[in-house]
């Protein structure tokens, strides 16, 4: 398996708090992205990173926001968490451009915001 | 990004060959057929992928028409761990913005 860690695997907040997610990877890869999984929506990306520093906005990137300052660590945060927050979140990474495609993805994070 | 079309379920005795189908008629020159597939509460995990000839890995094999309007993966063998959603997804090469569809969920049956 990819060497991808999600902490926490599971949270509970309440509406109003922010929350941080974070992604670690020991691949050294470039690409990070983070989704959301939601019954009857699928995965849909929220942002994704291309390298330190470089974000770009997915699907449903409103009320979330990323940081990437080290290649290993990818930071997700809801600045002020809602109930139409609550889904299971899950990291991903790619090597590059080129294999963009090939994503793996860690086990994800259980968020519920109540 | 093309849109794919694919069954909501299927069911395959273990042992048997899995064939997934999946309809993309809209799919573009430059696109990609990429499969991957979530077994319940883990994160999806990559199969294979191609763009017009047959592919084949340790895991699956991919088949694609000619007119490269659908597809079918295989799994030559399968076991009751294969059970899972199995997802079609047509984009470019560079696809950083994969797009999941609601897939097919396999049901692999002793």
């Known amino acids: 398996d990819a060497g991808i860690t999600q902490s926490p695997r599971h949270k509970v907040t309440e509406t109003g708090t922010p929350v941080t997610l974070r992604c670690h990877q020991t691949?050294?890869?470039?690409?990070m992205y983070w989704y959301r999984q939601d019954p009857g929506h699928g995965l849909r990306l929220i942002h994704y990173?291309?390298?330190?520093?470089?974000?770009d906005k997915g699907e449903v990137s409103d009320g979330y926001s990323v940081s990437r300052s080290k290649t290993e660590d990818f930071l997700l945060t809801l600045e002020s968490a809602t109930s139409s927050q609550t889904s299971v979140y899950f990291c991903?990474?790619?090597?590059?451009?080129?294999?963009?495609?090939?994503?793996?993805f860690g086990p994800g994070t259980r968020l519920t915001v109540t | 990004d093309a849109k794919t079309t694919q069954p909501p379920s299927m069911d395959c005795a273990e042992g048997r060959a899995a064939n997934l189908p999946c309809n993309h008629s809209?799919?573009?020159?430059?696109?990609?057929v990429y499969w991957y597939r979530q077994i319940h509460s883990q994160g999806p995990q990559y199969i294979i992928h191609?763009?017009?000839n047959n592919e084949t890995n340790e895991m699956a094999s991919l088949i694609i028409t000619e007119d490269r309007k659908s597809s079918t993966l295989i799994l030559p063998h399968a076991t009751l761990r294969d059970t899972a959603v199995y997802y079609c997804?047509?984009?470019?090469?560079?696809?950083?913005?994969?797009?999941f569809g609601a897939g097919t969920i396999l049901r692999v049956k002793s």
């Open positions: 991903a990474i790619s090597e590059s451009r080129d294999r963009a495609y090939e994503q793996y």
């Open positions: 691949e050294n890869h470039r690409y």
């Open positions: 990173s291309y390298g330190v520093k470089d974000t």
């Open positions: 809209t799919i573009s020159g430059n696109e990609y």
């Open positions: 191609g763009l017009k």
């Open positions: 997804i047509v984009s470019p090469r560079d696809g950083n913005k994969l797009v």
